[in-house]
């Protein structure tokens, strides 16, 4: 099985700061990546898949890099409304989600 | 608007058994494969399983916890995915939502990330 490792845990950060969220795999995914938002009672919504094509709709200022086995979640100019958990997602072989990264806004 | 909507959902004691159920509208169904992703409370997300479509076998995977345990169907006449869950432990406890597995866009082969996502049903396995 690949697991998948995402650091920080969580983060702080201020309005208008770069976050940037890094995963690994524990095997060579290639660019099989996916990361997903999501804020508290609410599902998942997909950010980015093939590790940096953005999804139709999200804003520029999330992107997304890496191949093989690391990858970032780079967030430009962070706004309040950015104040969720995010996930990584490799579907190299069948489905893994990383543990998940909490950002707060200060 | 593509849309998802679980059901089904409930309190079951250890070892029982219950059935989700997810309608899909605004999309062709039959081509869509569906996965099952739960999340236990506070926790990440896990995904449980997934079937393809009709036209490549309605095949099914699961993740190793629940082999066995768990049988995803599909009924495309209904546009409705199913999750029928046996000998359930207080382990499986979570909210269990139903998603679209994506196709790619240049080429239309299945992927497996994710969107849409219903709202989730809520599973509370507790003696």
């Known amino acids: 099985d690949i697991q998948m490792t995402q650091s920080p845990s969580t983060l702080s950060a201020f309005i208008g700061d770069r976050v940037t969220i890094t995963c690994r795999a524990s095997?060579?995914?290639?660019?099989?990546l996916a990361w997903y938002q999501q804020k508290p009672g609410k599902a998942p919504k997909l950010l980015i898949y093939?590790?940096?094509t953005l999804e139709s709709g999200v804003p520029s200022r999330f992107s997304g890099s890496g191949s093989g086995t690391d990858f970032t979640l780079t967030i430009n100019n962070l706004q309040a409304d950015d104040s969720a958990t995010y996930y990584c997602?490799?579907?190299?072989?069948?489905?893994?989600f990383g543990p998940g990264t909490k950002v707060d806004i200060k | 608007e593509v849309h998802l909507v679980e059901s089904g959902g409930g309190l079951v004691k250890p070892g029982g058994s219950l059935r989700l159920s997810c309608s899909a509208s605004?999309?062709?169904?039959?081509?869509?494969?569906m996965s099952w992703v739960r999340q236990a409370p506070g926790k990440g997300l896990e995904w449980v399983g997934r079937?393809?479509?009709?036209?490549?076998?309605?095949?099914?995977d699961y993740a190793a916890p629940v082999k066995g345990r768990f049988t995803i169907s599909r009924d495309d006449s209904k546009n409705t995915v199913y999750l029928q869950m046996s000998s359930l432990k207080i382990e499986d406890s979570a909210v269990y939502f139903c998603?679209?597995?994506?196709?790619?866009?240049?080429?239309?082969?299945?992927?497996?990330?994710?969107?849409?996502w219903g709202q989730g049903t809520l599973v509370t396995v507790s003696s």
């Open positions: 605004g999309f062709t169904f039959s081509n869509a494969w």
């Open positions: 998603t679209k597995g994506a196709r790619r866009p240049t080429t239309g082969w299945p992927q497996n990330w994710f969107d849409p």
């Open positions: 093939d590790a940096s």
């Open positions: 095997q060579s995914i290639s660019t099989w």
């Open positions: 997602q490799q579907f190299h072989t069948f489905v893994t």
């Open positions: 079937i393809k479509s009709q036209g490549d076998g309605a095949t099914t």
